[in-house]
């Protein structure tokens, strides 16, 4: 599927193969000398038989094409190691870059990191089998990139695009959306969705991703837009107004955090239950393993940020972690 949105930009739908996120929008844009492609996809045969497809569509030689990754989840970075070439610039951001090369050198003991805090804070029933199953583990980078770095107020010039890079942490440690200024399309990556919210897990490398994606959301509600590219579903344009539904969104599942720690003190694994998750498992028990592995993720990151602001404290009791209300 192609659709013009703009003159010589494209949303194109990649699909993500027995995936709930259904499809990824990937972005391409046209210019005179150069194209550029925003988000790739898995790396795997379906989404680069459709890439490839909507690329031949639109007339586009991957050896005059750069390659933009919005954040380091394999659904927008997985293809771009296929379809980069030796012209081919893939920008990226210096955080997630580092990030992936300290992973891949010792890609082993990064998930074991991982599982060991999960499993630390009530995660031990299948740990270890919900990580395996994760995407990342099956559709991720093959090989070694040389990523050109950006950063925040940083300009990628396509034809009469004019972006300007801007740092949007929070769903990941690194997330860059672009704004067109004289346009007023912001390329929002999964920094802002509509038909669904972003996910906003725990990470390692950020003491509080929730708080930094609310900053994110602040600073992005301050430009002036018309057009939001999201990274997946629909595309709806009122970005002041879906700002105001993600924050709300988040106020309620702090809330009911608040609300299953004033029954007493407890552990990720039993709070993350009690919250309302949009998912057509009836049970917490029923839900899939990965989707379990995010909502866990979540709703760490939510329990952190009200440590963060001093509502909640942290138990540590020889590695088992606790929470309960201040």
């Known amino acids: 599927m192609i659709e013009e949105i703009v003159s010589n930009l494209y949303r194109t739908e990649i699909p993500l193969p027995k995936s709930p996120l259904k499809w990824l929008n990937s972005y391409i844009i046209r210019g005179g000398d150069r194209s550029l492609i925003i988000d790739t996809g898995f790396n795997c045969e379906e989404c680069l038989s459709e890439m490839n497809a909507n690329l031949s569509k639109l007339g586009v030689d991957l050896n005059k094409t750069d390659i933009f ?43 074991g990191k991982i599982v060991d805090v999960y499993i630390a804070n009530g995660f031990t029933e299948g740990a270890r089998t919900s990580m395996e199953s994760h995407p990342a583990h099956k559709y991720g980078l093959k090989r070694t990139i040389d990523f050109t770095i ?12 004019h972006f300007k890079c801007v740092a949007t942490p929070g769903h990941s440690p690194g997330h860059i959306s672009l704004y067109e200024p004289n346009k007023k399309i912001l390329v929002a990556g999964d920094h802002i969705l509509f038909d669904i919210t972003p996910n906003i897990s725990s990470w390692l490398e950020m003491d509080d991703s929730l708080g930094q994606y609310l900053a994110s959301l602040e600073k992005i509600n301050t430009f002036d837009v018309k057009i939001v590219l999201p990274g997946h579903r629909r595309l709806v344009h009122d970005l002041h107004q879906r700002v105001k539904e993600l924050k709300e969104h988040h106020r309620q599942r702090l809330n009911e955090v608040l609300v299953a720690l004033g029954e007493g003190e407890k552990n990720i694994l039993q709070i993350a239950p009690r919250i309302s998750w949009d998912i057509t498992a009836k049970t917490w028990e029923e839900f899939p393993p990965p989707q379990k592995w995010f909502a866990f993720g979540e709703t760490m990151a939510h329990v952190r940020h009200l440590e963060s602001k001093g509502k909640v404290q942290c138990k540590n009791q020889n590695g088992t972690i606790t929470f309960a209300l201040v």
């Open 150 to 161: 950006v950063k925040e107020g940083d300009s990628i010039d396509i034809g009469d695009f």
């Open 69 to 111: 990754v919005t954040h380091l989840h394999v659904d927008h970075i997985g293809l771009a190691g296929t379809l980069a070439t030796d012209n081919s610039r893939v920008f990226f951001n210096e955080k997630e870059a580092t990030q992936i090369s300290s992973v891949r050198d010792d890609w082993m003991a990064y998930w």
